[in-house]
């Protein structure tokens, strides 16, 4: 029997409570927690007071609306970062970023996963970076030359 994978949002800005949460009665809330304070939750990326299970993904605009973040565990947040990961390590290999700063891992022959402790908005962010610029240039403008050597 396949196990029902649940989507869980956290509350960042206050407890979960009534009205804090969306009601749906197509995606109806399978449970909620909250913490005793304020925690760090997602391996400190930020900070949250409970959080809220559904069956189904919930909307961007319900999302945004009770200003709610989306764990990275979800199917939906994990298909996404994992096809983010297979651009971003090429471009990471490409420009040659150091394993310090790298955001993804080589696993494979061009199979590339995320790191443990990256949030989906830093691969996000290094996703449109790799998009937009596809090559990074490792000098700076040339100096100009002083006007002296150059009228030789």
């Not at 029997?1 to 009205?19: H, N």
């Not at 399978?30 to 299970?53: K, P, Q, T």
């Not at 919930?58 to 996404?80: K, M, S």
């Amino acid at each position: 029997m396949k196990q029902q994978e649940l989507y869980r949002y956290y509350s960042t800005q206050r407890p979960v409570d009534i009205g804090t949460y969306p009601k749906d009665a197509d995606n109806p809330l399978v449970g909620f927690l909250n913490y005793d304070d304020r925690i760090s939750v997602e391996h400190g990326a930020y900070r949250a007071w409970g959080e809220v299970i559904y069956r189904f993904p919930l909307t961007p605009e319900q999302i945004y609306a009770y200003e709610l973040r989306p764990a990275r565990d979800n199917p939906d947040v994990r298909r996404t970062m994992k096809a983010q990961a297979q651009v971003v390590g090429r471009w990471e290999d490409n420009n040659r970023i150091p394993p310090s700063r790298r955001l993804t891992q080589c696993v494979g022959i061009s199979n590339y996963t995320f790191g443990d402790r990256v949030t989906p908005e830093q691969l996000a962010g290094r996703y449109r970076l790799a998009e937009d610029i596809p090559f990074v240039s490792r000098r700076g403008p040339r100096p100009k030359k002083s006007p002296q050597i150059e009228g030789r």
